[in-house]
């Protein structure tokens, strides 16, 4: 009595067989098809009708931009939203429709025909309404967004003299598209041998709108302490107008000019409480993600006398490391001149600094 075996061979051509068969049908279930004017015909996905272009994800070629004018037949293997002229929108499969330049849609209501021509837009049943999409995109433009930062400035050094110096820094913006809130606070401290060469704290809020143009308007106030200056409290208060010398996207430049008051209490010289003005300047560039340089300079003397002025400079690169952006180290120098110190004390402030930096927040 003899058994039947199957041969392998045999069973794995069926296999192979099957799989391709099934490949194929599978591809054939996926396929949207296109015919143009001159007879040629494309298949793939069908991804996207605007703007008088339709685009068509061949995958072997990508996806293809063919003009809409070029359009014969259009025929898809499921539902798409087709926008019409009129404003309406029909949910439907496309087939060959009666004549060339005509589309045939079968929709809940029916078979509804109508000239290639007439579509504004098309996309896939799935996908979000493209108008929709937009006024999203829009109004997240219009959002406002808030960042924080975070950074820290440490400087040591032992042998002939022991030096320790650490600067904190935290910040937030709370960002529009028209307009920018900026606050912000700082502790610098340093000692050399067990005397505290600095002591300084500084906080600030910072606010400038758009009016027209490249006009603006910006608001300010800064609170300052300094032991080592013998300055008790500074405050500065300034309102004005400003006016964007560049407002590319990579560059950005902007001259402040305003009124001001001022007041300084000391403990070796009476206080200060008087009107000044208020200048300002500054600049920014950014190439890419790469590195971001700024500068911001600011000039305010006294209304009635224009020799006493507080001076002050700020220059630094900034280097992301990493592409997130959110870690990042600067790299910069600062000056701060007064023209009228207590006495003793230099007018001349320089420090230069390396800078850790985190960034979050909104994008």
Known sequence: MSIYKPSLHIGWRRFILLVLT??????????????????STLTGILKRITNGIVHLDTGFAGVL?????????????????????????????SGIGAKQGVLSVRSSNGFM???????????????????????????????????YSAGVDLS??????????????????LKGPSDLLKI??????????????????????????????RFGWYSRFELEKDKFEELDLRSTSAVG??????????????????FAYRYESFDAKENIEDPAIDFGLDYAITVQELFKFDSEVTYVPDYSDFTNFRFGQDTGLEIP???????????????????????????LDTKYYTRLGFTWGEK
């Open 113 to 147: 025909k109508f000239s290639i021509s007439d579509v504004t837009d098309a996309w896939g049943k799935s996908e979000e309404d493209p108008a929709v999409t937009e006024i999203k995109k829009e109004e997240e433009k219009k959002r406002r967004k808030w960042t």
């Open 184 to 213: 912000y606070f700082s502790v610098h401290n340093s000692e050399r041998d067990g005397t505290k060469i600095a002591d300084e704290t500084k906080g600030g809020v910072d606010y400038s709108s758009d009016l027209v143009d």
């Open 241 to 258: 107008i400003s006016y964007k010398l560049l407002k590319s996207g990579a560059q950005v430049s902007r001259v402040r000019a305003g």
């Open 22 to 39: 099934l490949g194929i049908k599978s591809q054939s279930v996926i396929a949207d098809s296109v015919t143009m004017a001159n007879g």
């Open 65 to 93: 931009k063919i003009d809409q004018k070029q359009l014969m037949h259009l025929q898809t293997d499921a539902p798409i939203y087709f926008r019409l002229s009129s404003g309406s929108t029909v949910l439907g499969q």
């Open 321 to 347: 490391l990493k592409k997130d952006g959110f870690w990042k180290i600067r790299i910069g120098l600062s000056h701060f001149y007064n023209s009228n110190p207590v006495n003793g004390k230099n007018n």
């Open 156 to 173: 040591g050094q032992k042998g002939n003299s022991n030096e320790f110096g650490l600067t904190g820094q935290v910040g937030a913006r």
